[in-house]
Antibody
Framework: EVQLVESGGGLVQPGGSLRLSCAAS????????MSWVRQAPGKGLEWVAN????????YYVDSVKGRFTISRDNAKNSLYLQMNSLRAEDTAVYYC??????????????WGQGTLVTVSS | AIRMTQSPSSFSASTGDRVTITCRAS??????LAWYQQKPGKAPKLLIY???TLQSGVPSRFSGSGSGTDFTLTISCLQSEDFATYYC?????????FGGGTKVEIK
């Protein structure tokens, strides 16, 4: 069974940093593109970033470029999102998601339960 | 960037109704479009990809159509478990964008 479990969310002050993790199991992690998608409270979905199987390609939404870094450790079956210079508008539930098929970038079929990041003083 | 516009943003319907949700891309995206269903407090669920391919396990009352800039999601006979918010997403080019969502409520 495919499982994605996010962790690392919490309350952080504006300008602070946070590192999210996503532990993957039930599939060959190194064969899939992985993504982060977020959802602000009461709002719609926003794609944040994704990363190729070997980490050689990464893409970001403009609003997080230069502040967020997506990475992965295939030996640990883990996906990460390093978030720096956090702003109030980054407050959201952050989902880790896996592409539908190995070799495909999108769409995202499997999703974690999400982890809440709150940016507030 | 290719933006997605969904309509309507919300509406009320009854069990058994046929409902259609539309999604328009700001530029042509061929058939690189997915539809998701989301219920409160839950992660999104993939319903349709490549504009019209039904994801395995999704009931056949769901269908998708369109290509280029105009797409539709149709639920042929609305069931109680279908009351949710629906999102389209283009994956033709980066950055990826979702539509604003369509909330289907009980009449």
């Amino acid at each position: 069974e495919v499982q994605l479990v996010e962790s690392g969310g919490g309350l952080v002050q504006p300008g602070g940093s946070l590192r999210l993790s996503c532990a993957a199991s039930g599939f060959t992690f190194s064969s899939y593109w992985m993504s982060w998608v977020r959802q602000a409270p009461g709002k719609g979905l926003e794609w944040v970033a994704n990363i190729k199987q070997d980490g050689s390609e990464k893409y970001y939404v403009d609003s997080v470029k230069g502040r967020f870094t997506i990475s992965r450790d295939n030996a640990k079956n883990s996906l990460y999102l390093q978030m720096n210079s956090l702003r109030a508008e980054d407050t959201a539930v952050y989902y880790c998601a896996r592409a539908i098929y190995s070799g495909y970038e999108h769409p995202e079929l499997y999703w974690g339960q999400g982890t809440l990041v709150t940016v507030s003083s | 960037a290719i933006r997605m516009t969904q309509s309507p943003s919300s509406f009320s319907a009854s069990t058994g109704d046929r409902v259609t949700i539309t999604c328009r891309a700001s530029q042509g995206i061929s058939s690189y479009l997915a539809w998701y269903q989301q219920k409160p407090g839950k992660a999104p669920k993939l319903l349709i990809y490549a504009a019209s391919t039904l994801q395995s396990g999704v009931p056949s009352r769901f269908s998708g159509s369109g290509s280029g800039t105009d797409f539709t999601l149709t639920i042929s006979c609305l069931q109680s478990e279908d009351f949710a918010t629906y999102y389209c997403q283009q994956y033709y080019s980066y950055p990826l964008f979702f539509g604003g969502g369509t909330k289907v409520e009980i009449k």
